[in-house]
């Protein structure tokens, strides 16, 4: 086995993925036809979304560099096939029948990470996402007779709080972790639980933010009662158990990153889209509104500012405000993050060091398909490359 051989595998190929786009094009440029789920605006079609959020980001310049603007365009570009849809709906959303055709004739691999990551999002996003999101993409492979693999991105803390080695075990539909109220986890009924209170809140006459803050406690309520301790987690881990019986058809994999943080080297260090997981306090604290992170949730320091605002007759009604709003945003930040920032959790890695070694034992080029954690000196990575990298391509600073 030579590296060679992984990348020659994608040669002529038909892929559809969301992630890892440009390594793809630039370890095996002779892939035949990569699809690209995207969702439609009412302002902006796939294309446009295609050519400004993905091609005409920074992440593509060392592509475009290597093969110079001209060839990028006629001979790279044509590979990508923007498909409108959204993988919470059936049939990904994707309405041209015609298209719909296409892929299921020609696609090889499917690649699945789609998915809303937000710790405390609402519940009926989150599940029609990560969930049914799952559901409807496995739908959709059941009809490509060509399929050689499902790769589908979880998360490695769908095991929950538990403190320990965590062994890299399958999750079976209907499982909950311990301490959950519930003994069995009932798919049907979180759908059924949505639709009854939303239902139930469109008789009352709330704002769009009362709504979702009803349908955002729903999640950690529903999550928590299961065992898990957020909505983000408790969906992917139900995502995760919907492909439990596919991998008897074709080759499942789940891959379980941690946190996600910004490119160590490929295509160049620093790269990140966005804030991601526990950057938003690193964030908060580098621009000095977050001076400390841990704290007491039970904490009374707030009402020191309260009474003496209420004695001086609202007087200090603005400095009392922004106070309480900063107090909250530190809580949430504390409440959302507790279970990673204090897990005693060791994963189980077994089956990707067995992969590594594999790959370094037979000569392959390290480089290229480097994935070891052990090289990377982490301090120096996030002062001088992560936190870099948040600066220049997240606050444009």
Not at 64 to 89: A, C, T, Y
Not at 243 to 252: A, G, P, S, Y
């Amino acid at each position: 086995m030579e590296e060679n051989k992984i990348v020659q595998h994608f040669e002529g190929k038909t892929i559809f993925i969301t992630v890892f786009l440009e390594k793809i094009l630039r370890v095996q440029p002779n892939v035949k036809k990569i699809f690209l789920l995207i969702r439609e605006t009412p302002k902006r079609s796939v294309e446009q979304r295609l050519q400004e959020e993905v091609v005409d980001i920074e992440l593509f310049r060392v592509l475009r560099e290597k093969w110079g603007e001209e060839d990028f365009n006629s001979i790279l570009l044509p590979k990508i096939i923007p498909v409108s849809g959204d993988v919470s709906h059936e049939n990904l959303g994707i309405v041209n029948s015609e298209l719909r055709e296409e892929m299921w004739r020609e696609i090889d691999i499917i690649v699945n990470s789609a998915a809303t990551t937000k710790f405390d999002e609402r519940y009926d996003v989150a599940f029609g996402i990560n969930v049914l999101g799952a559901i409807h993409v496995q739908d959709f492979a059941r009809k490509c007779p060509k399929l050689e693999m499902l790769l589908h991105v979880s998360t490695a803390y769908v095991h929950g709080t538990r403190a320990g080695l965590i062994q890299e075990k399958p999750l079976h539909m209907g499982e909950t972790l311990a301490g959950s109220e519930i003994p069995i986890l009932d798919m049907d009924e979180e759908k059924k639980i949505i639709e009854e209170r939303l239902k139930g809140i469109q008789t009352q006459k709330l704002t769009d933010k009362d709504i979702s803050r009803v349908m955002k406690d729903l999640g950690v309520e529903r999550a928590m009662l299961h065992g898990w301790p957020n909505t983000y987690v408790f969906t992917k881990a139900m995502g995760e158990m919907v492909l439990e019986k596919f991998k008897e058809k074709v080759n499942v994999v789940i891959i379980r990153p941690t946190i996600i943080t910004s490119t160590y080297k490929e295509p160049f260090p620093g790269w990140i889209e966005g804030l991601r997981t526990l950057d938003s306090i690193f964030v908060a604290y580098g621009k000095g509104k977050l001076k400390f992170f841990v704290g007491d949730p039970q904490s009374t320091l707030d009402m020191v500012l309260k009474l003496i605002n209420i004695m001086f007759c609202n007087y200090f009604e603005i400095l009392y405000t922004n106070a309480r709003r900063k107090i909250n945003h530190a809580l949430r930040l504390a409440e959302l993050y507790k279970p990673y920032l204090f897990s005693q959790a060791i994963f189980d890695d077994a089956n990707t060091e067995n992969l590594r070694m594999t790959i370094q034992g037979n000569n392959m080029n390290m480089d290229m398909l480097n994935f070891d954690p052990k090289s990377i000196q982490w301090d120096e990575y996030f002062v001088k490359t992560h936190f870099m990298g948040i600066a220049k391509f997240v606050l444009n600073d």
